[in-house]
């Protein structure tokens, strides 16, 4: 059935569930099948099932574009202005970027802002046309419908919000090296597999020269320089190698390896989680499944209009997201910096 084609509106959606489910009941009970479930395409994330919602998110689909950098998919992303002003997740992306949308048009993009309190990048877009996404004026509610578009016609994912507005507390992250200190000069001995130095692709025998712009001669310089970040943080950190300078970005990363704890490994279970999950002021979660890349961008509600961002893959089965008032407070106090 092409679902595109029906004027569905949100008590039809809900409808259309129900319906799925009974039926199958039906052939259940009917049949007296053991071991016969619904087909794939029939479960909450089936293609049949998020073709249903084809036309919540018609007009969402104009302001959503995929991120993109030497042809890696990174994260997602809303336009918020007429003038390509737009915003996504600050800790998946560099300073300059790839955009991609739905009518397969893309635009180069670089950030303008760096929100570090809530992992946000508000990002300036260079090749138009720009549909600013229309943002919900209406209350959150627990186990109301969420509804998340991609670059194409069907949703990413479908869900419910499982839980109302709450602080996540920041958790403590690792940098991944040992140093040494000899002669003013810091020198990396090890780095620990899995970590973010391991991932930016730092090495042993790598000399530290400055983290952020200040310049590192010691263990204590290091860790002053990492005493008010968290998991999730991003570093621009400095370092010679072969007598060679070079410029990595660094992400503070989550207890792994030799640090890995069973709770994060029964969480990897269900995919990557977000590199920043951690340190929110206030979000709301929901069980629509979403890959670690696949953030940054808005879901909406039954009548199409935004809600908030998609933060975080924070567990098995939690998503995190930050909801649109803050995500306007954000848009407009950067804006009205740069009168």
């Known amino acids: ?9 949100p008590v039809l959606i809900k409808l259309f569930i129900l319906l799925i489910c009974f039926s199958s ?15 794939k395409a029939q479960t909450k994330n ?6 249903a919602f084809q036309n919540v998110i018609k007009q969402a689909l104009k302001s959503s574009f995929k991120i993109e950098r030497d042809g890696k998919e990174l994260a997602y992303g809303v336009v918020v202005d007429s003038k ?9 992306i560099d300073d300059e970027m790839t955009c991609t949308f739905l009518d397969g048009h893309t635009s180069h993009a670089t950030v303008v802002h760096r929100d570090k309190k809530q992992d946000l990048a508000i990002i300036q877009l260079k090749e138009g046309p ?35 507005l709450r602080r996540i507390s920041a958790e403590r992250g690792v940098f991944g090296v040992s140093l040494n200190s000899s002669n003013s000069l810091l020198v990396i001995t090890k780095v620990f597999p899995g970590t973010g130095a391991s991932k930016a692709k730092l090495k042993k025998d790598d000399i530290l020269v400055s983290i952020d712009g200040q310049s590192i001669n010691s263990k204590n310089d290091f860790r002053k ?22 410029t990595v970005r660094v992400v503070i990363g ?23 999950r951690s340190g929110f002021s206030s979000v709301f979660s929901h069980d629509a499944l979403l890959k670690a890349n696949q953030c940054g961008g808005v ?12 933060i975080a893959r924070a567990s098995r089965t939690d998503s995190y997201a930050l909801p649109a008032k803050i995500i306007l407070e954000i848009i407009k106090n950067y804006k009205s910096k740069q009168k």
Do not use: C, H
């Not at 390509?84 to 998946?92: D, M, N, P, Q």
């Not at 989550?254 to 920043?276: A, I, V």
């Not at 879901?299 to 935004?306: D, K, R």
């Open 1 to 9: 059935m092409n679902y595109s084609s029906l004027n569905i509106k």
């Open 25 to 39: 009941l039906q052939n259940l009970n009917a049949e007296d099948k053991k071991g016969q479930f619904l087909e």
């Open 46 to 51: 089936g293609v049949e099932t998020r073709g």
């Open 84 to 92: 390509g002003l737009a915003i996504t997740k600050s800790s998946e």
């Open 130 to 164: 720009f549909e600013p996404v229309k943002w919900s004026e209406s209350s959150l509610d627990i186990g109301q419908w969420v509804v998340i578009p991609g670059i194409e016609d069907r949703p990413i994912s479908i869900g419910i919000v499982s839980g109302g």
């Open 225 to 246: 320089s990492l005493q008010s970040l968290k998991a999730g943080d991003s570093l621009k950190v400095k370092l010679k190698r072969n007598n060679e300078e070079m």
């Open 254 to 276: 989550y207890p792994t390896g030799n640090f890995f704890s069973r709770m994060n490994f029964q969480n990897q279970m269900g995919g990557f989680l977000s590199t920043r």
């Open 299 to 310: 879901l909406v509600n039954l009548e199409g209009e935004a809600i908030g961002i998609n």
